[in-house]
């Protein structure tokens, strides 16, 4: 077996000796042989693929922790995993996208200002009207979802793992009082509503941790939930979002999807790697790359939203949106004479489609007039 110096070895896998003695220490690519007397590392050629893949995975901007978890795997899994940090990389992009967006907008209204924290406040507040629904469906054996809809908050979230109802539940919860200022600031509304969010986090966390004696470690996180709500304070919509439950926007018969899938079939959408169509029916379109799961890393999307009197919002769990097309969104939300209607409607269609998922749905009217 040929060895290498530790110099000759940096210069053919283009580390540098410092990273490669880090490295060392970590487990992460300890040297073929130490010499006992000198402490001298000598690697074996054979070693030089696996450090450029590290050299790789480092420029991919991956922690030295995952990259030893994806050394350790089989070709096979270690090109899975790639693609589900690569999807976390895009959906944290998408995020900071959608932020950068929200912050340009506010800062370019004509009116930006000294007075911009108090701005929103001088609109009248907002007269909604209202209807939820949330059902097991027809195959699942239990309903791990929530729905809420109230004057000051519209949620749906869709819990997965061994207590994946409680956490649902949990989500939604935590943001009932956030609006207890009936017109707060931009910046205090964002603050309290990352707050409630990190809360529940927080309570899922606990959660999981009971559950994570009884699950499977290959599985995935043990419980977690989505969460797609929208807080309504004087004339100003708070929109907090992880996961792939979604909210819909009808404005003049259009029907826009205002929030970001977080999965991993989305980030391949994003690079171009599939079409929309083709991520209807894609094997992996269900799995996650964030969640509300107790995590650290779990940092969901908070910005406004401006309404307009006559607006229809549709918040819905992935049994709503991955099960009804959207042209068929479009035409019940369109032709529905009230959020009532449109729920009723909206549901029936899922069921004549099998109903596979458990069911939520809120749909909500922006009506003209002072509340």
């Not at 006992?36 to 790789?56: K, N």
């Not at 509503?193 to 606990?206: E, F, K, S």
């Not at 304070?233 to 792939?244: E, F, K, N, R, T």
Request: proline share 6%; charged share 20%.
């Amino acid at each position: 077996m040929g060895l290498l110096n530790i110099g000759e070895f940096a210069r053919a896998s283009r580390l540098s000796a410092k990273a490669l003695r880090l490295y060392d220490e970590l487990g992460l690519l300890p040297p073929a042989q130490v010499d006992p007397a000198t402490g001298y590392r000598f690697y074996a050629l054979e070693q030089l693929e696996q450090a450029r893949l590290v050299l790789w995975l480092r420029q991919l901007g991956m922690p030295l922790a995952r990259i030893r978890t994806v050394c350790d795997l089989a070709p096979a899994a270690a090109s899975a995993e790639i693609s589900r940090f690569w999807a976390e990389v895009e959906a944290d992009t998408a995020a900071r996208r959608e932020l950068a967006g929200f912050l340009i907008g506010l800062l370019t209204e004509p009116d930006a200002g000294t007075d911009a924290a108090v701005r929103p406040a001088a609109r009248p507040a907002m007269r909604i009207r209202y209807a939820a629904r949330c059902d097991i469906g027809l195959v699942r054996a239990v309903n791990q979802e929530a729905a809420y809809a109230g004057s000051r908050l519209l949620a749906v979230a869709d819990g997965f793992g061994a207590d994946g109802a409680p956490a649902s539940t949990a989500a939604i919860e935590s943001l009932l009082g956030v609006t207890t200022d009936p017109a707060p600031s931009a910046g205090d509304l964002l603050n309290a509503l990352a707050d409630a969010a990190a809360a529940a986090n927080r309570a899922i966390g606990g959660l999981a941790e009971d559950a994570e004696a009884e699950a499977d470690p290959s599985a995935g996180p043990a419980t977690g939930t989505t969460l797609t709500a929208m807080v309504v304070a004087g004339s100003q919509l708070a929109l907090v979002h992880i996961g792939d439950s979604r909210a819909y926007l009808l404005r003049h018969g259009d029907l826009l999807q205002i929030t970001h899938d977080d999965t991993v079939v989305q980030a391949m959408v994003d690079e171009g790697r599939l079409t929309k169509e083709e991520a209807a029916s894609h094997p992996q379109r269900a799995m996650l790359v964030r969640a509300l799961d107790g995590q650290q890393t779990a940092s969901p999307q908070v910005h406004l939203h401006q309404p307009d009197p006559g607006d229809r919002y549709l918040l819905c769990s992935d049994g709503v949106s991955a099960v009804i097309p959207e042209l068929d969104l479009q035409r019940v939300l369109s032709a529905a004479g009230d959020p009532e209607q449109a729920v009723t409607e909206l549901m029936t269609l899922v069921h004549q489609a099998g109903a596979p998922d458990n069911v939520s749905c809120v749909v909500a009217d922006i009506d003209p007039g002072p509340a």
